[in-house]
């Protein structure tokens, strides 16, 4: 049974680009967190989605990001006009069944640099 | 809002020695987790400390959790290196709320 995948593990952008980062949860899993980790930092939550819904997104930026969790595919996070303070780690996290209290499963990260 | 604090934020401990890692948490929690992530990795998950009084063993690593005093701690028992890495702490209520993180260097 595979992990969590994301994709891609780095990535580069200039400002004013747009980046997508992609998370395929685990096998059987239907709730998808993502995270933000900045360099020495602790992860801090940006939104929880279930398939085609958006659930708690009260960690996302008002502006430039979006997130979504379609049907069929893996989960986006979507930033458009990067700048160099998005600069960061990206984890994704899975869940089975309940999210607020099921464990989590973390995939590897997506490691957005901005130049 | 839910804050988590975790004490040291740095540490450096020889072989053989043991220590503790301290995690604060401000609101009630429904679970306690600690995740182990190594440079440039992701988070492995440790321990899951489900209420008062839990005790959690895998090793060289202790977890433990006070919900009353609202602490949770990690005991690393006779240290060796390939314990060095950073250690978080993360309380569940609504979302999962991370502490700062512990780098710990084990140094020979």
């Known amino acids: 049974n595979a992990g969590v995948m994301q994709n891609p593990r780095h990535l580069v952008r200039r400002r004013g680009q747009e980046a997508r980062l992609r998370c395929s949860p685990m096998k059987g899993h239907s709730h998808v967190y993502w995270y933000r980790q900045l360099p020495e930092e602790g992860l801090k939550f940006m939104v929880y989605?279930?398939?085609?819904?958006?659930?708690?997104e009260s960690g996302m930026p008002k502006e430039r990001f979006s997130a979504e969790f379609p049907k069929e595919g893996p989960s986006i996070l979507r930033i458009q006009q990067v700048v160099r303070g998005d600069s960061a780690a990206y984890f994704c996290?899975?869940?089975?069944?309940?999210?607020?209290?099921?464990?989590?499963?973390f995939g590897p990260g997506t490691r957005l640099t901005v130049l | 809002e839910l804050k988590v604090e975790q004490n040291p934020l740095f540490l450096s401990m020889q072989e053989g020695k043991n220590y503790t890692i301290y995690c604060n948490y401000s609101t009630t929690s429904d679970r306690l987790y600690w995740y182990r992530q190594d440079p440039g990795k992701s988070l492995e998950s440790l321990f899951v400390?489900?209420?008062?009084?839990a005790v959690k063993q895998e090793g060289r690593l202790m977890a433990s959790l006070d919900t009353k005093a609202r602490l949770s701690t990690l005991h690393i028992t006779a240290a060796v290196h390939d314990l060095s890495a950073t250690y978080f702490c993360?309380?569940?209520?609504?979302?999962?709320?991370f502490g700062t993180g512990t780098r710990l260097t084990i140094i020979p």
């Open positions: 996290a899975s869940s089975q069944v309940i999210g607020r209290t099921d464990t989590q499963y």
């Open positions: 993360a309380a569940l209520n609504e979302k999962l709320t």
């Open positions: 400390l489900l209420s008062n009084g």
């Open positions: 989605l279930q398939k085609e819904n958006i659930i708690d």
